[in-house]
């Protein structure tokens, strides 16, 4: 089987819960660095950013404890003595611009007002989040081996999925991250914050 929905036996473990509450700890941080950068709680689009990506990640870890807990445990173990050392530097990189892309946008849109993105973008860039976000969540659901790294001891136990998603897209899980960090800026209103996120999908590009 491709996916673990065939494993009704499987519960969240211990590793499982650790991925989660590191996924929630990231967010955290992205917080604090996205308020700090603009130096005022007072931004409504910031506001606005944070209660979507909170949303959407309770739902997303609510469905996989339900459907496909398995996957969880797996990306919440993070390897990082098994990963291979391109995704090390991928995982470093990535991590590095995403954050890159919070500061930037307080810098920008609040503090110094480098650029202005008008307020009706964050409508469609809500609803192009949300629909390459469960994009993404219906690749997760379908995928066994849709791991956070690419991982030596995973090597030989990892088959092409070919269902879900991966009917009609090859990558659909980094087909939707493209689209959904372009999402961000625009959310945030800040046109500086595309520099870290263009990087970023060039990483991506490169992984696939």
């Not at 810098?107 to 809500?126: H, K, N």
């Not at 995928?143 to 956070?148: G, V």
């Amino acid at each position: 089987m491709n996916d673990f929905m065939s494993n009704n036996t499987t519960k969240l473990n211990i590793s499982g819960q650790r991925g989660i509450v590191r996924e929630f700890v990231l967010i955290i941080i992205g917080i604090l660095l996205l308020f700090s950068s603009a130096g005022t709680l007072a931004w409504v689009r910031g506001w606005i950013y944070i209660c979507v990506m909170l949303l959407y990640q309770i739902f997303y870890v609510s469905i996989l404890i339900i459907i496909n807990p398995q996957l969880l445990n797996e990306r919440g173990k993070f390897n990082w003595k098994e990963t291979k050392r391109y995704d090390k530097y991928f995982a470093i990189f990535y991590s590095l611009f995403g954050f890159s892309m919070l500061i930037v946008a307080g810098l920008d849109v609040v503090r110094f007002q480098w650029s202005s993105i008008p307020f009706i973008t964050i409508y469609p860039s809500i609803i192009l989040f949300i629909l390459f976000s469960f994009i993404a969540l219906w690749a997760y659901i379908s995928n066994a081996h849709f791991i956070l790294t690419s991982r030596n001891d995973k090597l030989y136990t990892q088959q092409v999925c070919t269902i879900g998603p991966y009917r009609y897209i090859r990558h659909p899980g980094y087909s939707s991250a493209i689209i959904v960090s372009l999402c961000y800026p625009f959310m945030l209103g800040s046109l500086f914050s595309l520099i870290p996120v263009l990087f970023n999908i060039v990483l991506l590009i490169i992984r696939t």
